[in-house]
């Protein structure tokens, strides 16, 4: 008996530990935690940022912080489902899923207009390249600040066409979302010098 309480403990603990580990790092209000806690079969997170910052110009602290209010660095992170009748479990609220949250619309005219169709979700470097093309559309659009966390935020948040009619004026939810995550922003960016 004690023998297959044993390997019962093997057969389920370790694999529910692997699980884990592997998936949303524990620290993610420390942006070098949140690297160094990676596994080796992620890819390379801080590379991939980096690459993105390149790519478009939006700062790290300001990729990461999108990333961490968005999905808790969640690579399946999804919306919650509604209730039918207030108790059964439903469709869920939107389209929203993975690292950075993207609706299926949006995902979809990301992976035309960069031409990257076999980007996904729940792969963090595509995700984290999604926040990047998003604000820069921003900047672009509406010539938000590359550093200008606050407003990226709200943009990404609502989506182009709220922010231009400026819905997040009568939203101080929105609003306070927004604040929390230039904040993270501007933590992550000290924590950034620190890092490797």
């Not at 966390?149 to 922010?163: D, E, V």
């Amino acid at each position: 008996m004690r023998a297959y309480s044993f390997s019962r403990v093997l057969v389920i603990g370790v694999p529910l530990a692997l699980a884990a580990c592997a998936s949303t790092p524990n620290r993610i209000n420390d942006v070098c935690a949140v690297f160094d806690q990676r596994d080796g079969w992620f890819n390379d997170w801080q590379s991939s940022a980096e690459r993105t910052q390149r790519k478009y110009g939006v700062p790290v602290h300001v990729l990461m912080a999108t990333v961490r209010k968005e999905s808790g660095f969640n690579s399946y992170a999804r919306p919650p489902r509604r209730k039918l009748l207030g108790f059964i479990p439903w469709g869920r609220i939107s389209s929203a899923y993975g690292f950075s949250q993207a609706l299926d619309g949006t995902w979809s005219q990301y992976r035309r207009e960069t031409g990257n169709f076999t980007a996904s979700r729940t792969n963090f470097g595509d995700a984290v390249d999604f926040v990047g093309w998003y604000h820069s559309k921003t900047i672009d659009t509406f010539g938000v600040g590359r550093d200008d966390t606050y407003n990226l935020y709200l943009a990404y948040y609502l989506g182009w066409g709220s922010y231009k009619r400026g819905e997040w004026r009568s939203n101080a939810g929105v609003q306070r979302y927004a604040r929390d995550t230039a904040a993270m922003a501007d933590r992550y960016r000290g924590q950034l010098q620190n890092c490797r």
